[in-house]
Structure formats: structure tokens, C-alpha cells
């Protein structure tokens, strides 16, 4: 298969739609972004990588930090994990509060918001120095040690996340979140604003499609945890459109508000694809029809 020419003749015909999208603009750092900017990044698990566009330009990750938060607080609690939240697609935005109210503090699933801030608070029980723990795990995971935090993307969000100070006082209220707020919180914000590229997220992804084995050969992730954690991006990894990701890509991922998805066939690739214009529901527009494109045209989706 020409994956070079495939990429490259995806990229040109996405490019060429037009683009009604938004950047997200509720993180005043974000808002910055342009929305022109379109990568993406091939990894397979033979070695092989093609590129197409901006794949080596650094963006906020944002949401797709909750992959690995999971990742390192699964690997080192295990199944207790979900005595705190459970595993079932939500239907409803990230940031959404009710459903948090109405199912007594446990959240839906890890990837949502609510979700995630208790993992978090989990990496702040169990970790001495969380954030350069978190961020020792992801540079080793993509084995790139330049990966950092976003500190002006972090400040952005601490200043405006009205609603996820919401989740975790509700949180708190129900006795699942154990760190003081302003804690978990600064950790979480940190977590989002990781910058990286294309090309380092879909290394960092490389052990999910690889049964936990990262690219430098070792295990990273316990073989069933990398199974679960790939069921959960499937059913819970693009908001409220998880349903309509698997219908038109069908391959487990996870997108963030800063534009990023990473999606993966579990023994074959890890694909990357950047472009900061959201569709209504918060998931990049070039970036799911590029998907779209690509597992159409390679017949290679886990359906
Ligand atoms: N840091 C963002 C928030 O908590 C993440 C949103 C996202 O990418 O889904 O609002």
C-alpha cells in the first residue's frame, strides 16, 4: 500500500473543503490558534512513517492527555480504579454537570471531563512530584524527552475553567475526589496544555497498538490494560459523538479542543491528525474526514 501518496492525496482533498469550523475559544490561549494548519502522521508498527502537512508543528493536546493520565493511573492502581468511575459512553459533552448530579459523583467513563479530573486525583494520591512523574511518563512513551507543558495554554484555562472547578466541587461534594481543588485541578490544566506534534503523539501511541509495548521495545503498559484502555477510546473518546466516529472511521481514538486526534488499528498503525477548526460537537472537521478518507480507502478499520 502507497501510504505516502495516500496521505498526501487526503490531505490535498480535505484542505480543499470548505471550512466553516471554529477554533475553540473558551481557553482564550487556544483561541489563538490558526485554523489553516493541517497534519497528519502515520506510524505502523513495522517502523514504517509517512507524513503529509503540518505534522511537525507542536499544538495543545488537550483532551488527549486523559489517555495517558489513565494510562499511568490504571498501570499502577489497577481495577480499584473503577471504584471511582465507570466505563460507559456518556452521550452528552466533556464538560457536562448534570449527569455527574444525577449518578451521585461517580463519573461515566475517564475520558470525560469528570472522569478525568478523578484520575487525576489518583496520580495526586499515589505520585511525589505529579507533574514531572506525568510528564516523564509521556516524553517515555513517545521517547522524546523535549515533550514539556504549555505554561501560558496552563494559565489560560485556570483563569476560565468555571466549569471544571464546577465538576470538581461537585466531585468533592460526593466524596470522590480525596486532594484539595486547587491541587487536582492545577494538575489537570497542566496535563491538557501539553504541546506536541503529530508525529509525537502518534509515537506516545504506538504501545496502545502494540499490545503495551512502546516504540524503545519495553512494556509500557500492561498488554490487558492497553486492551480496556482502547475499548474505552472507542466507546467514549470523541464526546458525544464517539457513535458517529466509530460509523464513519471505525477505529478506537481520542480527540482533543486544541484540534488533535489520535486513532489506532490495534497490530497495524497509529494515526495522527491536527487541524484546530472544531464541528459543533468539538471534534476536529479536517481531521475526521481525513479519518473518514483514510480507513475507507486502506479497508482497514476494526469492523
Ligand atoms: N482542558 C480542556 C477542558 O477541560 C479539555 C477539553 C477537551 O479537549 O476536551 O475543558
Excluded at 46 to 66: L, R, Y
Excluded at 235 to 254: N, Q
Amino acid at each position: 500500500m502507497n501510504y505516502k501518496q495516500i496521505l498526501q492525496d487526503i490531505h490535498k482533498e480535505v484542505s480543499a473543503l470548505k471550512n466553516t469550523s471554529e477554533v475553540a475559544n473558551y481557553i482564550p490561549e487556544l483561541a489563538k490558534v490558526n485554523k489553516d494548519q493541517f497534519g497528519i502522521y502515520l506510524n505502523n508498527i513495522n517502523g514504517e512513517n509517512f507524513e503529509a502537512g503540518d505534522a511537525d508543528v507542536t499544538f495543545s493536546i488537550q483532551s488527549i492527555s486523559k489517555v495517558f493520565s489513565l494510562a499511568m493511573a490504571f498501570g499502577s492502581q489497577g481495577d480499584t480504579l473503577w471504584e471511582r468511575m465507570d466505563v460507559e459512553p456518556s452521550g452528552n459533552p466533556f464538560n457536562y454537570l448534570s449527569l455527574l448530579e444525577r449518578e451521585k459523583g461517580i463519573p461515566r467513563n475517564p475520558l470525560i471531563n469528570s472522569g478525568a479530573i478523578v484520575v487525576t486525583d489518583c496520580l495526586v494520591s499515589s505520585l511525589k512530584n505529579p507533574k514531572e512523574d506525568f510528564l516523564q511518563f509521556v516524553r517515555d512513551l513517545a521517547n522524546d524527552q523535549t515533550i514539556d507543558y504549555d505554561y501560558e495554554v496552563a494559565a489560560s484555562e485556570k483563569d476560565t475553567g468555571f466549569r471544571n472547578y464546577a465538576i470538581a466541587n461537585l466531585l468533592k461534594s460526593f466524596d470522590n475526589l480525596h486532594n484539595p481543588i486547587e491541587e487536582v485541578l492545577d494538575f489537570y490544566f497542566h496535563q491538557c496544555s501539553i504541546a506536541m506534534n503529530c508525529k509525537q503523539l502518534s509515537n506516545a501511541f504506538f504501545a496502545f497498538a502494540n499490545r503495551g509495548v512502546c516504540m524503545q521495545n519495553n512494556t509500557c503498559i500492561k498488554p490487558k490494560q492497553a486492551k480496556r484502555i482502547n475499548a474505552i477510546m472507542l466507546t467514549c473518546g470523541f464526546y458525544d459523538e464517539a457513535g458517529e466516529f466509530a460509523f464513519e472511521v471505525g477505529l478506537p481514538g481520542k480527540s482533543g479542543v486544541g484540534g488533535g486526534i489520535v486513532a489506532l488499528l490495534p497490530n497495524q498503525y497509529v494515526i495522527t491528525t491536527w487541524s484546530p477548526g472544531l464541528n459543533e460537537k468539538g471534534n476536529s472537521y479536517y481531521g475526521m474526514q481525513a479519518l473518514e478518507r483514510f480507513t475507507t480507502q486502506t479497508n482497514s478499520s476494526i469492523f
